[in-house]
């Protein structure tokens, strides 16, 4: 399938680099391609340069927002939840009509430091998926994966053995079972993927952030997961 | 040890009776004893009026707000959430200096129908636990117990082998501890009480609550928690 992710940091590269190991055609979209290629700065959290990393994943394209949405068939929205949908209308409403976008972000706040809250209008009875919708009111918006660290989103089976919850939802049950599609791809076990109804279920899910961010200061790392225990 | 619980609820009651079956004195404290005790109202989810239950509860003790916070050595606020504060100020000030109060509410706001979202000026950048304690600075409040439906935060071995997460928060080191013995007592393993810090974090466990409530809508009830695997 043609997937296009809109985000070029740690997230957006590591579902990136899972989709093409699984034979997918990704192009990646950011806002300035040269700029991007050029960059020889690591990121906030020490990763190489994005052209330093695209060489050892050559299988991938790089392209505008704009390139990358009209490219895919199926979109991700990778990018920080602050800019997403900033990120989104560059990306073109047209380019985005009819397709499925998945949003993995999370609308963060770390203007008043460490752990960020949620962003101010998009918490408690809104949320960041919400507001996607809301502006690509013809696109099927599906929230997952946005409750865990990016290393666990396409290899759940790096902690108990893949036996722990992800969340899915969304107003279209089509765009939903598509998605789980690529769940299942990446290792998540159907009864591991619990639907929990339309899109105004991401203001749960994004609320997760703020205990997930406790309990990863706690654990002083990323590598764990919630799971349902009945 | 004297333990006050205020409210009179399922969750009050829950937490009340176990107390007792561990041989504490427990005195439930209620805005108006007499209306209490003359009730014969069933609550919203169809438990038995007061009284009745307190026939088969008869270790207990009932008194007004005020005198249940005089009677305890240790306070535990059982409210709604939406009128914790008010209720806690009925018990007074003066009775809880010094005490040690568990918070165990979420502060709901129910007027915008199911799920209930937080109340606003009660969520993300600030929290019921954290009103609790400026409201009341010489107390040291913590929070525990709130991310869980009654049945389980005194009985954890029902799900799991009661082998699941409980969260602890407050600003003050020794009445966590007073409050993990107590919670050690309801069947929580150590390794299963997580400290989180201090009394901000129960922005963080508060906000478990619109998952909470999705994941039970979900799987129809309430009987389920959520693990941390790693």
């Not at 290629?37 to 959290?45: E, F, G, I, P």
């Not at 990120?87 to 949003?103: E, M, T």
């Not at 946005?146 to 902690?159: E, F, I, Q």
């Not at 939903?176 to 109804?197: A, C, H, P, R, Y």
Request: net charge positive; charged share 20%.
């Amino acid at each position: 399938m043609k997937i296009a992710i809109i985000g070029t940091g740690i997230v957006g590269r590591t579902i990136a680099s899972k989709l093409a190991e699984l034979n997918h055609e990704v192009m990646m979209g950011t806002r300035n391609v040269s700029d991007k290629l050029a960059s020889t700065v690591k990121d906030n959290y020490g990763n190489p340069p994005f052209n330093e990393w695209l060489k050892v994943n050559s299988k991938l394209k790089l392209g505008t927002f704009t390139e990358s949405a009209a490219f895919g068939e199926l979109v991700i929205n990778a990018t920080n939840g602050g800019n997403s949908v900033t990120a989104l209308i560059l990306a073109g409403k047209k380019n985005l009509v009819g397709k499925v976008l998945v949003d993995i972000a999370n609308p963060l706040d770390f203007s008043n430091g460490m752990p960020p809250s949620l962003l101010s209008g998009l918490n408690n009875t809104y949320s960041l998926a919400e507001e996607i919708q809301k502006t690509f009111p013809e696109t099927m918006v599906v929230k997952t994966l946005n409750t865990m660290w990016c290393g666990l989103m396409v290899n759940p089976k790096l902690v108990g053995k893949g036996d722990h919850i992800n969340f899915i939802c969304g107003n279209d049950a089509e765009a939903k079972t598509s998605v789980k599609e690529i769940l299942n791809q990446f290792g998540w076990q159907d009864k591991n993927i619990m639907d929990i109804g339309d899109i105004t279920g991401a203001r749960a899910t994004e609320s997760v952030l703020p205990i997930w961010l406790r309990v990863s200061g706690v654990l002083k790392g990323g590598a764990f997961n919630f799971k349902i225990v009945q």
